[in-house]
């Protein structure tokens, strides 16, 4: 089944500074990848997603790339500020009737004033 | 729309009893996910359900753990005789269908905190 790493498990920028998380994931067959933010007591909650026929998405100071080859996925915030402050999720699944979302471990980014 | 409902939002039991943890998904959503989630650590996915039917369960424990979508009402998460290790966060989600897409953007519910003594 698959499998999904993610790095690094803790991570503290500066206000201002840009945040890099990664994933990898081991099933080639995977073609959706949602990222998922959570603050300390609520819920997971959607904040980008790529699908395996683009390279990048951006939104705003978030951006995605997805590298099918070597099965990497990355993050990027750019110009953090204290509200970026929480846990986030990578994730990957198939387009499937039958296929579930795998999570990875989660990343704790810590925006330093 | 309401989002995600689940209920309750905390629930204490006493090893041995049981715990029934509930999700009303999204209007217009018919499959459901069960996520459990430890202190400091990420989301293990347990059981994904369609109407009346369990599509994959291969993340819930085989014994004490059962799960159900039934046509009316609300998909249930059901663990008997609780032990401590059973205390975690729960956390349900769903999706809409579209054909045979089903794995659109999954909306989670607030969680219910089971915590065991």
């Known amino acids: 089944g698959e499998n999904v790493e993610q790095h690094p498990s803790t991570l503290s920028v500066q206000e201002g500074d840009s945040a890099v998380i990664k994933c990898t994931y081991s099933d080639s067959a995977s073609n959706y990848f949602p990222w998922y933010k959570q603050e300390l007591g609520k819920r997971p909650q959607l904040i980008i997603d790529?699908?395996?026929?683009?390279g990048e998405k951006k939104d705003q100071r978030i951006a995605v790339t997805l590298n099918k080859t070597a099965k990497h996925f990355s993050l990027h915030i750019t110009e953090t500020q204290p509200e970026d402050s929480a846990v986030y999720f990578c994730?990957?699944?198939?387009?499937?009737?039958?296929?579930?979302?795998?999570f990875g471990s989660g990343t704790r980014l810590s925006i330093r004033p | 729309n309401a989002g995600v409902m689940q209920n309750p939002r905390h629930l204490v039991r006493r090893r041995g009893q049981e715990a029934r943890l509930r999700c009303s998904p999204m209007?217009?959503?018919?499959?459901v996910y069960w996520y459990r989630q430890l202190p400091e650590e990420g989301l293990k996915f347990m059981v994904y359900?369609?109407?009346?039917?369990?599509?994959?369960e291969s993340g819930m424990p085989k014994e004490r753990f059962s799960a159900e979508f039934p046509k009316e009402g609300p998909s249930i998460l059901r663990i008997q005789q609780v032990v401590r290790g059973d205390s975690a966060a729960y956390f349900c989600?769903?999706?809409?269908?579209?054909?045979?897409?089903?794995?659109?953007?999954?909306?989670f519910g607030s969680g219910t905190q089971l915590s065991v003594l």
């Open positions: 209007k217009g959503h018919s499959h």
């Open positions: 989600a769903s999706s809409p269908s579209q054909g045979a897409v089903t794995n659109e953007k999954l909306f």
């Open positions: 790529i699908r395996s026929n683009v």
């Open positions: 359900l369609q109407k009346e039917n369990i599509i994959d």
């Open positions: 994730a990957a699944s198939k387009d499937s009737s039958a296929s579930k979302i795998i």
